[in-house]
């Protein structure tokens, strides 16, 4: 038995169980612990870090789940067997799976969604109108959910006449809708290199062709869209400027400024997609503050409140694009929720909304603090106010086996083929959104980390 491993886990943040585990596999990485040693007992290691009991336990859990030590009972712990290398892995039980695929905002306690839900919809119940307001809807929104919206824009895109704005069933139905309003099959619609999948879906279904953009850190390259443009003539350019999905870059103003140039000059429409828009608080102008005349610009609630809202605002060029669109959302979804749309506009009104969003900004600053120090040295792009992140692999592991092997350990997350339009960089986008705690986010980006530390010959295949 190993009677002298004695840790120091007192410098490290987070909760100590995730301490004890990272020095042990830190130990046994080094090889100051050998395949096979004997541990020493809990109750020893406990006193030994002035720690309770079950923090050790809980330690030796976690360390057994990700494959660092077997256990049996009434003999202790050992650190796994030389024959099965000490990075080796395997699937934790289904209670320890982590979803880092979904990316949809986290519901943080602060944000008081459901106290928020069920006060509001009592009130929208107690209020005049209310079965009115149950009945179908016009296609774009009613008078006051539409108001509401122009409020909510408002903020971020200046004053608009209510005739240009209008209110869709959550963004992916306004996409088809807009794609269906502006573009015939056959057309070309120019995308980021690496663009959003349920874009690429939709512009499938409608028969479009695709050219992909140059990006870098900073997102689209003004200029590798004006050769596309002089290549290729597009009709649109589909994107996201703020916190890209999936790469997290945000276009400083010059280069939206720059690209409404290069668009207005070639006749070619934007479609704003401003999912994350809300989200940080000094986020440049949209583009459509800049050229709404050439602009339609997208705004969910799904990814800065919830996605079970289901609501979206679209603001458009004018009231001819309006009335396109109107007719485009008519035959994709008939019309919004109405209970939903009624609730948005109520939280709109009373301030609530951007209540919600500020809880949700500063939940992703804590989630992203976490998951900056468990992937710390790897190379990674986030922004403190997204709930994502974008991953590079490193050397040697390739995309399609590092997602075989982090299956197999419980993780989803997306790999790069889903965003890219040609060839695909060896890189995962990781959501941190779905994880229902600080304590199941650490826990699965310290498997994600000690998966990507170690070569994929070090790890066994789970048969």
Not at 113 to 135: N, T, V, W
Not at 230 to 242: D, S
Request: glycine letters at 8%; aromatic letters at 4%.
């Amino acid at each position: 038995m190993l009677e002298s491993w004695n840790p120091t886990i007192a410098g490290d943040a987070g909760p100590k169980y995730l301490a004890i585990v990272k020095a042990l596999a830190e130990d046994i990485r080094a090889g100051r612990l050998p395949p096979g040693v004997r541990l020493p007992p809990q109750r020893a290691l406990a006193k030994h870090l002035n720690v309770d009991l079950t923090t050790v336990t809980r330690a030796f859990n976690v360390a057994r789940r990700s494959g660092l030590i077997d256990a049996t009972a009434g003999r202790g712990s050992f650190v796994r067997a030389a024959a099965r290398p000490a990075a080796e892995m395997r699937r934790p039980d289904p209670a320890g799976s982590v979803d880092f695929s979904m990316n949809m905002p986290p519901q943080p306690v602060l944000a008081r969604l459901a106290e928020r839900m069920g006060a509001g919809l009592s009130r929208l119940a107690g209020s005049p109108g209310f079965l009115d307001r149950m009945q179908y809807q016009d296609s774009a929104g009613n008078l006051a959910d539409r108001t509401a919206a122009v409020q909510w824009l408002g903020g971020r895109l200046g004053p608009l006449p209510v005739q240009r704005v209008l209110v869709g069933g959550g963004a992916q139905a306004v996409l088809g809708a807009v794609l269906a309003a502006i573009l015939k099959p056959g057309d070309a619609l120019c995308v980021p290199a690496l663009t959003y999948p349920g874009l690429r879906m939709a512009a499938e279904r409608r028969g479009l062709r695709l050219v992909p953009v140059a990006c870098d850190e900073e997102g689209l390259d003004p200029d590798a869209f004006l050769e596309c443009c002089k290549a290729g003539r597009p009709r649109a350019l589909y994107l996201v400027p703020t916190l890209d999905n999936p790469t997290t870059a945000t276009l400083p103003r010059s280069r939206r400024e720059r690209i409404a140039e290069v668009a207005r000059s070639h006749g070619v429409a934007i479609i704003e997609d401003d999912a994350y828009g809300a989200l940080p608080p000094e986020a440049p102008a949209p583009i459509a503050a800049i050229a709404g005349d050439i602009t339609w610009h997208i705004a969910t609630l799904s990814k800065c409140v919830s996605p079970g809202l289901r609501i979206a605002y679209v603001a458009v060029p004018g009231t001819n694009e309006a009335v396109r669109l109107s007719a485009e959302l008519r035959a994709i979804n008939m019309m919004a929720s109405p209970l939903a749309a009624a609730l948005a506009s109520q939280w709109i009104a009373e301030g609530e909304l951007d209540a919600v969003v500020a809880a949700i900004r500063q939940e992703n600053g804590l989630r992203q603090s976490v998951a900056r120090e468990a992937l710390r040295g790897l190379d990674v792009r986030a922004h403190p106010c997204g709930h994502h992140l974008w991953l590079r692999l490193p050397e040697p592991w390739r995309r399609g086996e590092f997602g075989a092997h982090a299956r197999q350990l419980g993780l989803s997350v997306i790999l790069s083929d889903a965003f890219a339009v040609g060839p695909a960089p060896d890189a995962i986008r990781v959501s941190l959104g779905a994880a229902p705690d600080a304590e199941t986010l650490r826990y699965g980006l310290s498997l994600l980390a000690t998966l990507l530390t170690h070569p994929p010959g070090a790890i066994s295949t789970v048969v």
